[in-house]
Structures are given as C-alpha cells and as structure tokens.
C-alpha cells in the first residue's frame, strides 16, 4: 500500500524529525563550544607551528587542572594555595567576586556541597509545592530560629530564588537523589525522577 503524503502529515513528520534532531544538534553544539572554549584557553602562540593540533590546547588546560588539584592535594603546596586564597579574600574589591565564585563551586561539586538535601517546599500555597534544597538548617543568627534557608531553582535557566521558610513548610526528598530532583525542577517537570530502591516513605521523613 503506498503510503500518501499530504499537508497535514508532512508537517507532522516534520516535527517529529525537529522532536528527534533538536537535541542531539543542542548537545552536540553545547560539546562542540565547550570544547572549543577550552581549547582555547592555552595560548597558540607557545606551541609551534608544526605542532600546533586541534584539540591539543583542550588536552593541555585539563591535565594542567588536574595538576593543580594534585599538587593542591601535597601539604606544602596546599599551604601555598592556602595563603593565596587568604590574600584574595582579603583583596578590597576582588574578594566579593573571588568568594562568590568560590562559595558557588564548593557549593555544587566541593567538599562543602549544599545542592544536595531535595526537598518539596510550600511557598505561596499550603498546596502548591516546590522543588527545592536546604541550603541552611539555622537562621538563628538572623533572629528567625524556626526557619530554613531553601533554594529553588527556576526551569529552563541557570537561576534560581532563595527562600527563607519555616520547619513546618518542607517536605523532604528522602526517596529521589538530588541529582535527579535538580534535573527534574530545571526541565519543568518534563522529565521523570528515578525512585531509589532504598527509599525511605515521604511521611516518616524529617528535616
């Protein structure tokens, strides 16, 4: 049976290759800039001309990172970080943006991770939820004992909102990994958060 193309369907198929297309040209863009971004990082001018290989400069910027973190790992060397780190957070001007960019990082992949105690969060309504994570469990120091500091992250954009919010308005995430449940609150709901086998029930769940 042949099958016949008409208006309708034609433009069906055409989003259906968009659908199937789009994020594979969106993630492999997204690679290619990185990639490209960090290759060229290493000044071109150092290496020779008959040397110089695409990607080489991508090679060198991630083995001279994980130097870094290797000789930052040794004591002496980690002392000598260490005075440097003090001097920048010292520096009038540079320490709002060196401390920012620090607390950012330690935040999301340090040893001080803060992104990763999913919670559900009711904010404007008793029944209207949020995803969010507990950033900090004490706010005493502000005069507002009872409460918590959660951040919520908003869809589709590298933002977000912090929200101060008493014990009694969180909900913890026990069941789902906080990886899965910034992937779930960044897509807009859209995709589906994978259960742990392990999972402790949502109403025995305490902050």
Same mark, same amino acid.
């Given at each position: 049976?042949?099958?016949?193309? /008409?208006?309708?369907?034609?433009?069906?198929?055409?989003?259906?290759?968009?659908?199937?297309?789009?994020?594979?040209?969106?993630? =492999?863009?997204?690679?290619?800039?990185?990639?490209? /971004?960090?290759?060229?990082?290493?000044?071109?001018?150092?290496?020779?001309?008959?040397?110089?290989?695409?990607?080489?400069?991508?090679?060198?910027?991630?083995?001279?990172?994980?130097?870094?973190?290797?000789?930052?790992?040794?004591?002496?060397?980690?002392?000598?970080? @260490?005075?440097?780190?003090?001097? =920048?957070?010292?520096?009038?001007?540079?320490?709002?943006?060196? /401390?920012?960019?620090?607390?950012?990082? @330690?935040?999301?992949?340090?040893?001080?991770?803060?992104? @990763?105690?999913?919670?559900?969060?009711?904010?404007?309504? !008793? @029944?209207?939820?949020?995803?969010?994570?507990?950033?900090? /469990?004490?706010?005493? =120091?502000?005069? =507002? !004992?009872?409460?918590?500091?959660?951040?919520? !992250?908003?869809?589709?954009?590298?933002?977000?909102?912090?929200?101060?919010?008493?014990?009694?308005?969180?909900? !913890?995430?026990?069941?789902?990994?906080?990886?899965?449940?910034?992937?779930?609150?960044?897509?807009?709901?859209?995709?589906?958060?994978?259960?742990?086998?392990?999972?402790?029930?949502?109403?025995?769940?305490?902050?």
């Amino acid at each position: 049976m042949k099958r016949r193309f /008409t208006a309708g369907g034609i433009v069906k198929h055409f989003f259906q290759g968009l659908l199937v297309l789009a994020p594979i040209t969106i993630t =492999l863009f997204a690679l290619y800039w990185i990639f490209n /971004t960090i290759d060229n990082l290493f000044p071109k001018e150092l290496v020779p001309a008959a040397y110089r290989i695409k990607g080489l400069g991508f090679v060198i910027v991630i083995l001279f990172i994980i130097l870094i973190g290797y000789l930052s790992s040794s004591f002496i060397i980690g002392r000598i970080f @260490d005075l440097f780190d003090r001097l =920048l957070e010292k520096t009038p001007f540079i320490r709002y943006i060196y /401390t920012s960019v620090k607390d950012l990082f @330690d935040a999301v992949v340090g040893e001080k991770r803060k992104f @990763d105690h999913p919670v559900l969060v009711s904010i404007y309504s !008793p @029944d209207v939820w949020e995803i969010g994570f507990i950033t900090q /469990t004490d706010m005493h =120091l502000v005069g =507002l !004992p009872d409460m918590v500091a959660v951040y919520v !992250p908003q869809s589709y954009a590298v933002a977000g909102k912090l929200y101060v919010v008493h014990r009694t308005r969180i909900r !913890p995430l026990n069941q789902v990994s906080a990886g899965e449940a910034m992937k779930f609150a960044v897509s807009g709901g859209v995709v589906n958060m994978a259960i742990s086998e392990n999972a402790e029930p949502l109403a025995n769940s305490r902050v």
